[in-house]
């Protein structure tokens, strides 16, 4: 069990945890913004979170980053934000008025790196979406905030594209595999959220050479860095933006919470969790 912490300290909580980069960037954020704070692991059984929650404050902790599997849990056991509900789980907790407060910040995480290294994408009417698992539920909330008009929604299981579709309304559209051909020449941003294009993970095979001039390209897989897919997109003189982005960019407002100040995502930070996932 951790002992309470004399100043503030925030932890990552997962089952299992141990390969989370949130400490590198955390930690970055303390030592440069000079606040005396910590940020631990704790790795959390399934069957023993509700109770490191419901202690969390005593354990002296301002709050917290929540990963597979407790996501879903933390929702339960908090008061969720709209982002956190539409999104159906948490990963940043922190108390407010004597309450535990969530929210999901992979909705911020997406948009802020994309307005970050492709300004103006939002420009698109339309966007292609690879993938509708938990992470699509994200990048969907963030673009229908974003205001894009149609989201062609494209996934393996079509069930599970039309599940999210249903929840979020008419402008997202689901489609199968075979339909992507047809949709890239009209899509101003492709997304991929599949797992597919990651180290051990079967190659994503798309066309980017059918998507129309000026679209922009993200990649929420960042092992390896450049995708396949990024690789293709700036080959082909595409704006991209890749998925150590997003989760630079998702850290901030947890930090925010916690230790009152709002840090920036840098180079010198980039390049600190770029040498550790390389070195792995
Ligand atoms: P999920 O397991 O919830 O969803 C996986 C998705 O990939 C589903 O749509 C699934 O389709 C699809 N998929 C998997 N294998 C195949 C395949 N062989 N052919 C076609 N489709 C396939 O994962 P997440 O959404 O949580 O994560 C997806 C990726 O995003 C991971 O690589 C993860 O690391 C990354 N990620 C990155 C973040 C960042 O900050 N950069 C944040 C969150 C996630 P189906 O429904 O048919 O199974």
Same mark, same amino acid.
């Given at each position: 069990?951790?002992?309470?912490?004399?100043?503030?300290?925030?932890?990552?909580?997962?089952?299992?945890?141990?390969?989370?980069?949130?400490?590198i960037i955390h930690r970055y954020w303390l030592r440069t913004l000079g606040i005396e704070g910590g940020y631990?692991?704790?790795?959390?059984?399934?069957?023993?979170?509700?109770?490191?929650?419901f202690r969390l404050s005593l354990r002296g902790f301002v709050g917290a980053n929540v990963t597979i599997p407790h996501k879903e849990q933390a929702l339960a056991l908090s008061q969720p934000d709209a982002r956190a509900r539409a999104v159906g789980a948490a990963n940043t907790?922190?108390?407010e008025d004597g309450e535990l407060r969530s929210t999901n910040t992979d909705v911020e995480g997406f948009i802020n790196n994309l307005d970050a290294c492709a300004p103006g994408w939002d420009q698109a009417s339309d966007a292609l979406v690879l993938?509708?698992?938990?992470?699509?539920?994200?990048v969907v909330f963030g673009l229908r905030e974003r205001g894009i008009a149609r989201i062609h929604l494209v996934n393996r299981t079509i069930d599970r594209a039309r599940a999210l579709a249903g929840e979020?309304?008419?402008?997202?559209?689901?489609?199968?595999?075979? $339909? /992507?051909?047809?949709?890239?020449?009209?899509? !101003?941003?492709?997304?991929?959220? +599949?797992?597919?294009g990651m180290h051990g993970q079967l190659p994503l095979e798309v066309d980017v050479g059918a998507l129309p001039q000026g679209a922009v390209v993200t990649d929420l897989v960042y092992v390896p860095l450049v995708t396949p897919l990024l690789a293709?997109?700036?080959?082909?003189?595409?704006?991209?933006a890749d998925g150590l982005g997003m989760l630079?960019?998702? $850290? /901030?407002?947890?930090?925010?919470?916690?230790? !009152?100040e709002r840090p920036h995502v +840098?180079?010198?930070?980039?390049?600190?969790?770029?040498?550790?996932?390389?070195?792995?």
């Open positions: 069990m951790t002992s309470p912490h004399k100043t503030r300290a925030a932890c990552l909580i997962g089952w299992p945890a141990a390969h989370s980069r949130s400490p631990v692991i704790e790795a959390v059984p399934p069957d023993e979170f509700k109770d490191f929650i907790l922190w108390f993938g509708a698992g938990g992470s699509a539920r994200a979020f309304g008419a402008s997202v559209l689901p489609a199968t595999w075979d $339909a /992507v051909p047809a949709l890239l020449p009209r899509a !101003g941003l492709l997304v991929n959220t +599949t797992s597919l293709a997109a700036q080959a082909r003189g595409l704006k991209t630079l960019h998702q $850290a /901030v407002r947890g930090f925010q919470l916690w230790f !009152g +840098t180079a010198e930070l980039r390049a600190l969790v770029e040498a550790d996932l390389t070195k792995t």
